[in-house]
């Protein structure tokens, strides 16, 4: 609850000072899209630190990402701050049951959408300028909130078989959530005054996530599970801008 109420209160000083800095000189309110490709090299249960056994093992995946922001713009557009707002979408293939149990190793696709909000901070290396591309660097943090579905395991020969199954689909969703934070440097050319096109071309991401599994009739999955997350990914994006800076700008122009 403590880690809902940061974020919030965050976000919530985040939007204020866009409010009282958008009556300053220089500074600019916007809205921008963005396509990212995560390439993600832990999948969301790592059998093998856990307590699983052998033959329970994921795949590596890669997934997209999309989503938005909203921006505010200081020191004539050097300084960006966001509001992001994304869903990706992805899947691990696993095999959660051993001979023992099934009879032979049972595989099965487990899905995940995952939608998540933070703030960013963007700092352009060289000062914007209409019709020429300038460097940033970028960091943020934020919160995921995940969702897991899967196709119908087996068939069961107990009740008790289904329960375990849905269980862990709610503890996939619970690792499938993380905090997330991200750094890295990309490049954006200003197009015209009020629009630009970008790419984080270099970005690094760490995810942190637990779960409390909830029951012990498996003991591959009793106990609290831990999921660490560290990858690159890279995105394009386009921004558009309005108002302080921008509109003065135009108005220059004119």
């Known amino acids: 609850m403590f880690k809902k109420i940061t ?31 995560d390439n993600y090299k832990t999948a969301i249960l790592d059998y093998g630190s856990s307590e699983a056994t052998p033959a329970m093992r994921s795949i590596d995946y890669s997934s997209p990402r999309f989503g938005g922001n909203f921006q505010l713009g200081l020191l004539e557009r050097r300084l960006v701050l966001a509001i992001d707002m994304d869903m990706g979408i992805f899947s691990n293939t696993i095999y959660p049951l051993t001979s023992a149990t099934a009879g032979t190793d049972y595989e099965t696709k487990v899905k995940f959408v995952k939608f998540q909000i933070g703030v960013e901070a963007k700092f352009h290396i060289l000062q914007p300028e209409t019709h020429k591309a300038t460097p940033y660097l970028f960091l943020g943090l934020g919160k995921a909130f995940g969702k897991a579905s899967a196709d119908d395991l087996y068939n069961p020969a107990t009740q008790q078989q289904v329960d375990d199954w849905n269980a862990q689909l709610k503890m996939y969703s619970k690792l499938a959530s993380p905090f997330y934070f991200q750094l890295g440097v990309g490049a954006e050319f200003f197009a015209a005054d009020a629009f630009s096109v970008g790419a984080d071309i270099f970005g690094f991401r760490m995810e942190i996530a637990k779960a409390d599994v909830g029951y012990s009739t498996d003991p591959a999955f ?8 560290f990858y690159m990914y890279s995105s394009l994006n386009v921004n558009f801008s309005f108002g302080g800076a921008a509109a003065k700008a135009e108005a220059s122009e004119e």
Do not use: E, H, P, R
Not at 8 to 37: E, H, N, R, Y
Not at 222 to 229: D, E, F, I, R
């Open 7 to 37: 974020i919030i209160t965050t976000l919530t000083l985040l939007v204020l000072l866009g409010v009282s800095a958008t009556a300053q000189a220089g500074a600019t309110m916007g809205m921008g899209a963005k396509f990212a490709w």
């Open 222 to 229: 009793s106990g609290v599970q831990k999921y660490v997350n």
